[in-house]
C-alpha cells in the first residue's frame, strides 16, 4: 500500500515540477524582449516556488535547465556564462530552503544577496582570468541587478504561494 502511496507522491512532485518549468521558460521566451527587469524577478518567483512547493532539488533542476535552455535559444550570449547563472540560481534555492520555514522574509533577504554576491563574483572572476571578452554592459547585469529581481521575485513568491490553494500547496 505504501508503494502505491509513494508513487503518487512521486508522480504529484514530478507534474509539479514539469509545471514550474514549463512556467519558467515560457516566462524566459515569451517575455525576452522585456529583459532582465522583467524576466528575472519571474523566474526568482518559480524558483523560489519550486522550493516551497516541491522540493530544492526540483528548484535547483529548474534552475540549471533554464540557463541552458536561454543559451540555446539565444537569449543569453555567451556560453561560458553558463555556469554563472546555475551557480546563482543554486546558491538562491539553498539559502531560501535553509531560512523559509522560519524567516520568510529573511530568507528572501538572504537569498537575494546570496545570489548576488555569487554572480557578481565569479563574473568578475570570469572577466579577468579566464575570458576576458565579456562586455561591460553584461559584468554589471550580473551583479546589483540580480540582488533587486532576487528580492522582487521573493516577494511576488511569497504572496503567490499565500494565496494557492491548499491542494496544491500538499
Given at each position: 500500500m505504501s508503494t502505491i502511496t509513494e508513487r503518487r507522491t512521486e508522480t504529484a512532485s514530478l507534474a509539479k515540477t514539469a509545471v514550474l518549468l514549463a512556467l519558467t521558460l515560457m516566462f524566459q521566451i515569451g517575455l525576452a524582449s522585456f529583459a532582465q527587469p522583467v524576466v528575472g524577478p519571474l523566474v526568482n518567483m518559480t524558483l523560489m516556488l519550486s522550493v516551497l512547493l516541491v522540493s530544492p532539488g526540483a528548484a535547483?533542476?529548474?534552475?540549471c535547465?533554464?540557463?541552458?535552455?536561454?543559451?540555446l535559444?539565444?537569449?543569453?550570449?555567451?556560453?561560458?556564462?553558463?555556469?554563472?547563472?546555475m551557480c546563482g540560481n543554486i546558491t538562491?534555492?539553498?539559502?531560501f530552503q535553509g531560512l523559509y520555514p522560519q524567516h520568510?522574509?529573511?530568507?528572501?533577504l538572504s537569498a537575494s544577496v546570496g545570489k548576488f554576491f555569487m554572480m557578481a563574483v565569479l563574473i568578475r572572476l570570469m572577466a579577468f582570468t579566464f575570458f576576458s571578452g565579456i562586455p561591460t554592459p553584461l559584468i554589471a547585469a550580473f551583479s546589483m541587478p540580480?540582488?533587486?529581481?532576487a528580492m522582487i521575485g521573493?516577494?511576488?513568491?511569497?504572496v503567490v504561494y499565500r494565496y494557492l490553494p491548499?491542494?496544491?500547496k500538499s
Open positions: 535547483i533542476t529548474i534552475g535547465i533554464t540557463p541552458l535552455a536561454a543559451y535559444l539565444g537569449i543569453m550570449p555567451l556560453f561560458p556564462l553558463l555556469p554563472v547563472v538562491l534555492v539553498l539559502l520568510q522574509w529573511l530568507a528572501v540580480q540582488f533587486y529581481t521573493g516577494g511576488m513568491a511569497l491548499q491542494n496544491i
